[in-house]
């Protein structure tokens, strides 16, 4: 969690605007503008004790259809503001989802390529790639050991299990439903898969591999996106670009609150007891209240931010 009194200052995504954007973090202005990327900036990864953040390009199309798939993962010195290394992945493409791995590395999903991707980020380059068995790996989660990672499948309906000391696909979970989002719980023992179908999602225990349990999303008409398990480990939160929400869900899935925000609601960083949701569909961040499950401020950013991270 990031302690508000710690932060440094904030960086966004400007996924529909193809730009990164330094805002501050008290005041909500944008400061500085990085622009002149290839289309598109895809997702984020804030690493504030090296001062570094990893942005992918992933390609100019959505997921299933991207014919114009990017192959690069910038690195960004947060201090200077300014992009210091870009890393070629090639013949890797289509760059997703980046995650810290608790080895060190990084790892990031190259959806048309169809595996996870390690990056050492001591050299900014790519050290190997893991297969993930899957016809486009999606979204991945690290789980808080670091020995296994996990990546939904999109296609194929199903969550890939990697080894990442070895660095071997175990296999694989099948779910009722094609898959757009995956959460791993703090202590490890469960997994959160967001349905592309329905506005639903799967529960599946770690031990057994099996989904266990089905969450309908309540007031929700269409499928979710994103879901991420809160710092403390009591709540899921689960961003629905569909439906203008998102859902905040004890980790027990006995409750529930949908919370309305702007249009097309995408990725999400946690300040403190806050949560900060970009809206790429509208140019708004929202600013929720998690313990009261309540919007308690938005602004204006860039055109369509989809990720957001403090440092």
Do not use: W
């Not at 266990?212 to 899921?236: F, H, N, W």
Request: hydrophobic share 40%; proline share 6%; glycine share 8%.
């Amino acid at each position: 969690m990031t302690n508000t009194s710690t932060v440094r200052g904030m960086i966004a995504v400007d996924k529909i605007g193809a730009k990164i954007l330094f805002i501050n973090p008290q005041t909500y202005v944008t400061e500085t503008v990085l622009d002149g990327f290839q289309r598109t900036v895809h997702e984020l990864l804030v690493i504030p004790e090296t001062n570094r953040a990893y942005v992918p390009i992933y390609g100019d199309g959505i997921h299933g259809r991207n014919p114009n798939p990017g192959h690069t993962l910038h690195v960004i010195d947060l201090i200077k503001r300014e992009v210091v290394d870009s890393i070629d992945l090639s013949p890797l493409r289509a760059p997703h989802t980046v995650r810290l791995g608790a080895d060190g590395m990084i790892y990031i999903t190259c959806e048309n390529s169809a595996v996870v991707a390690a990056i050492d980020p001591k050299t900014n380059t790519l050290a190997y790639a893991i297969d993930s068995g899957s016809t486009n790996g999606h979204r991945l989660c690290i789980a808080p050991d670091g020995k296994r990672l996990y990546t939904d499948n999109e296609e194929d309906a199903s969550v890939s299990i990697i080894d990442l000391p070895n660095r071997k696909l175990l296999g694989q979970i099948k779910t009722p439903q094609p898959l757009a989002g995956i959460a791993v719980s703090n202590d490890g023992k469960t997994i959160v898969a967001v349905s592309d179908d329905k506005p639903v999602i799967f529960v599946i225990d770690v031990a057994s591999e099996k989904v266990v349990r089905e969450v309908t999303l309540e007031g929700a008409a269409k499928p979710a996106q994103i879901a991420r398990y809160s710092p403390d480990g009591k709540r899921v939160v689960v961003s629905n670009l569909n439906s203008n929400m998102l859902h905040i869900i004890d980790a027990d899935f006995a409750a529930q609150k949908a919370v309305p925000v702007g249009s097309q609601p995408m990725d999400f960083a946690f300040r403190g007891n806050e949560i900060f949701v970009g809206c790429q569909g509208d140019g708004s961040m929202h600013i929720i209240d998690l313990p009261s499950a309540t919007v308690k401020h938005s602004f204006q950013a860039g055109t369509g931010c989809e990720s957001v991270g403090f440092f």
